[in-house]
């Protein structure tokens, strides 16, 4: 969008405050998704611990690397805005059961994938929002594979 830099309209300079906002909003989902990948990243592989089978553990571990792959590209995003490295933090509480454990994760990725399309309607730049819409297809697919395990627990 073209600013005029000199529009003095109701005493406004120009509208970088606007910019700086939207840039604000975009961080901060952006470290939404950075610490909801690393919250991931820890919960699963306390799921794939409790699996099992080597084929549940095998699954969960493939999705965990995804994760992994997710948190590193959005990371690295974050440094290309900011200039400085993520902090990330935990934040979602993992059920402490196998059962409780994949409920979570089906929600939490369908969840997910609703965020990350916002996320690439929103994005800014064509790299972000292939990587959102990437990581939206991801997302759609663990939530298909936790159910699958759901649903074969006996
Ligand atoms: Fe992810
Ligand atoms: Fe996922």
């Not at 794939?48 to 995003?77: G, K, L, V, Y």
């Not at 990330?88 to 939490?108: N, R």
Request: glycine share 4%.
């Amino acid at each position: 969008m073209f600013v005029h830099p000199f529009d003095d309209h109701a005493g406004l300079r120009n509208t970088q405050p606007d910019a700086g906002n939207q840039q604000a909003v975009w961080l901060a989902n952006l470290i939404q998704a950075i610490n909801g990948e690393y919250s991931a990243i820890a919960c699963y592989e306390q799921i794939a611990r409790r699996a099992p089978s080597a084929e549940a553990r095998n699954i969960i571990m493939e999705i965990r690397d995804d994760e992994i792959r997710h948190f590193q590209t959005f990371s690295q995003f974050y440094t290309n805005l900011t200039g400085r490295r993520p902090q990330p933090q935990i934040s979602e509480a993992c059920p402490s059961t196998y059962k409780g454990g994949l409920e979570f994760a089906v929600k939490d990725e369908q969840n997910t994938v609703d965020f990350y399309r916002e996320l690439a309607r929103s994005a800014n730049s064509p790299a972000m929002k292939q990587a959102f819409l990437e990581a939206a297809r991801d997302e759609q697919h663990h939530a298909v594979w936790f159910l699958y395990l759901l649903i074969n627990i006996r």
